[in-house]
């Protein structure tokens, strides 16, 4: 695949979500944002809203305005900013736990630059920034903990929906066999 495909591909993507009526939970619209630690914040909240709304994938796209959904270009250059003298990239990574692998992407579209964040749905525990959960409710990022009925979905979701209490610890014993491992 040539890298104008790929960049084709991109921009398609980013022109079908640019057509959903709002933000998502899954989807966010940015311009020019491009604080670290919020950035973190919302990688943690829709890997985790991913998995609620069974996506496997949400997305933060720069260049496209809130409320319009209008093309106007962004000057967030993921693969070169800096936090400090760490990549940017580097840096999320080392503070997102588990990682959602989330990948940068950019294409340049009508004269203007376009960015795309795709983020992989939690999957083994709810993805946390710097040892704190994240959940989109709407298109608002809060601490997971100040949800817990999205908490205690997601993590049925994780273990699946029936809760480990629940289940046989040993299998085929006869009543005399149980009170000895009691």
């Known amino acids: 695949m040539t890298a104008s495909t790929i960049d084709q591909r991109l921009i398609e993507h980013i022109l079908e979500l640019r057509g959903l009526p709002a933000e998502t939970s899954c989807v966010e619209f940015q311009h020019d944002f491009a604080d670290p630690e919020n950035i973190g914040k919302l990688i943690s909240a829709l890997s985790n809203a991913a998995l609620l709304n069974g996506q496997d994938h949400a997305h933060v796209i720069w260049g496209v305005r809130k409320g319009d959904h209008a093309l106007i270009g962004t000057t967030f250059k993921p693969g070169i900013q800096k936090v400090g003298n760490e990549p940017l990239e580097s840096w999320l990574g080392n503070r997102l736990e588990p990682s959602p692998l989330p990948l940068f992407e950019s294409a340049p579209h009508g004269g203007a ?70």
């Open 113 to 182: 630059d376009l960015v795309r964040l795709t983020i992989s749905a939690a999957s083994s525990s709810p993805v946390k920034f710097q040892g704190i959960p994240y959940i989109r409710i709407g298109s608002d990022t809060a601490p997971l903990s100040d949800h817990p009925e999205r908490e205690k979905k997601l993590w049925e979701l994780i273990l699946g929906s029936r809760p480990w209490e629940a289940e046989a610890a040993k299998d085929s014993l006869d009543g005399g066999d149980v009170l000895p491992l009691l």
